[in-house]
């Protein structure tokens, strides 16, 4: 009988489908359109149809809605590293640890 991995994760999951766009900090591949399954303030959990590595460096912007921000929506940079990748679907399944991230200003 399979027991249950206990839940390793401390922040709470929005689930929430938003378009995302990612870029690869010094590497020379082609920035990737994706869209989001979850989002929370440590992580978020990605599909794209594009090859991508664990380990690698990935930057995004996403925008969080007001069910979110209880208030206007706020547009969000997010720096962070791709910690696992789910190759079993047409879409890639892509989870990124969120390093840094910067409240962008809607001039940007």
Do not use: W
Not at 15 to 29: A, E, H, T, V, W
Not at 31 to 55: E, P, Y
Not at 76 to 81: N, R, S, T
Request: glycine residues 6%; aromatic residues 8%; neutral net charge.
């Amino acid at each position: 009988m399979a027991h249950p991995r206990p839940e390793l994760r401390s922040a709470r999951r929005f689930p929430l489908g938003l378009p995302i766009s990612l870029r690869f900090p010094g590497g020379d591949q082609a920035a990737v359109d994706a869209h989001t399954r979850d989002v929370s303030s440590r992580g978020v959990f990605f599909f794209a149809d594009a090859d991508m590595a664990k380990g690698s460096a990935v930057d995004f912007v996403m925008t969080l809605p007001e069910e979110i921000t209880l208030a206007s929506p706020i547009r969000v940079h997010c720096h962070g590293k791709i910690v696992r990748v789910d190759n079993s679907a047409k879409l890639r399944g892509v989870a990124v640890a969120i390093d840094k991230y910067d409240f962008v200003n809607h001039e940007e």
